[in-house]
């Protein structure tokens, strides 16, 4: 397996940087090689090109990511709580990471087809869970029945990405994480006094 | 001023269709032209170059929605009403026109921080008709006094613009006007049964 090569992810983390810091355009794969510390040429060991790395850094990040998320859906806890952890491990891997929230929020958010569509498929393994966790949660009888849960996971996944960029945009100057228990209360409970 | 003059609308609305048909990058100037039934160097006379059109159709479409929306956020009806009108509304003009949806859900989502910025400032002025009656319904004792008004707006917008985009990736197939009650009873009631 290509990740269990040492360079592999060393190759991955300095693009996290790279990409952060000069966006994605403008992120030639020589800095790339630069920032990680190894040839221009051994990165063509490992990825075909500049799309293929944005692509394997999304997937390999965001794989961690589900692990840790797909244990808490499994947790004997209560979907309140389960959402809960969602929002709260969402803004903490961002916070966490200065240039990884960027890539998140500005450089992920690509256009074209091809990319987007690849781009798409990793969002869905994520977005998947939050299915897991309503679904369990309207069984339950905690979650009202009456709405599309296609609809429940878009709507939560745009409060916690929007929140996101926008924090992004700001120049990452609020506490995010801190912003957790409202954006929970809103889930549940929406807007009205 | 510029669009007076009647080939500058009919250089926007050409756009609109080109960038969505061809996306920003493959969409040239001279494509722009062709469509719009001009020559090429018409299209100087009106803008600088691809980026200042593509703000250009932003900002002249968002005008007249901003328009219609400030006319509604004016009206003497309840918070909850409002809130209504600014999700079907929203929804509206996005389904009613396939080529808008999409310049306005993918295209518009560009990572260059100039053109960033100069989008952020059009958004800017939509969003703050969401203050506007945010804040009214708080002071009306109608909506919750205890959440950030700036998230609140955020997580509207979120969901707002997710489902939209979910809608435009998946095809426009499903009809995004009618998710509006559901969409509506979550902003003001959560998910919580
Ligand atoms: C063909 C086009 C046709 C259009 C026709 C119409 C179609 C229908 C409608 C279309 C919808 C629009 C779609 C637009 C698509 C393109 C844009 C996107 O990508 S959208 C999708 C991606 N989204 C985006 O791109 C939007 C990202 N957001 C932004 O860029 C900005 O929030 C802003 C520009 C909207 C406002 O910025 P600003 O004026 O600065 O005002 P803020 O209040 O935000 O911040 C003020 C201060 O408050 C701090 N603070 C903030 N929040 C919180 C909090 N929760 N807790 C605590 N603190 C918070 C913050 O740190 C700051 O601190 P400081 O500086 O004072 O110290
Ligand atoms: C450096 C990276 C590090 C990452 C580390 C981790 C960081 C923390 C977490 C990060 C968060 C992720 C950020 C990702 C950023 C990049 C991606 C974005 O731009 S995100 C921001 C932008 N957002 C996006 O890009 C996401 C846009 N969404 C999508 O692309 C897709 O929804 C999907 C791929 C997510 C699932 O697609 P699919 O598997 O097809 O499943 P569906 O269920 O959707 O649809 C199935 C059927 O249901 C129909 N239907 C749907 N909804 C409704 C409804 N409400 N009512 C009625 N019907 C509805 C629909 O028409 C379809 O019909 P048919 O075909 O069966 O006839």
Do not use: C
Not at 37 to 61: C, P, Q, R
Not at 181 to 192: A, F, P, R, W
Request: no cysteine; hydrophobic share 40%; proline share 2%.
């Amino acid at each position: 397996m290509k990740r269990e090569k040492p360079k592999y992810m060393q190759i991955i983390d300095a693009a996290v940087i790279v990409i952060a810091e000069n966006g994605y355009h403008g992120s030639q794969v020589a800095k790339i090689a630069k920032q990680a510390g190894v040839a221009d040429g051994t990165i063509y060991l490992y990825f075909k090109n500049k799309d293929d790395i944005l692509i394997s850094v999304f997937k390999e990040k965001m794989g961690v990511f589900i692990e840790r998320l797909r244990e808490i859906a499994h947790r004997p806890i209560s979907t309140e709580e389960k959402l809960y952890e969602l929002v709260k491990n969402h803004y903490t891997i961002l916070q966490n990471d200065h240039h990884l929230a960027i890539v998140t929020q500005l450089e992920l958010r690509q256009t074209r087809k091809p990319l987007r569509t690849k781009i798409s498929d990793i969002l869905r393994e994520y977005l998947s869970l939050y299915d897991y966790i309503l679904k369990e949660g309207i069984e339950n009888g905690v979650l009202k029945d009456s709405i599309d849960i296609r609809l429940l996971r878009q709507a939560i996944f745009g409060m916690i990405d929007e929140t996101s960029t926008s924090w992004v945009m700001t120049g990452q100057k609020h506490n995010l994480v801190s912003l957790t228990d409202e954006v929970h209360q809103l889930i549940l409970h929406g807007l009205k006094k």
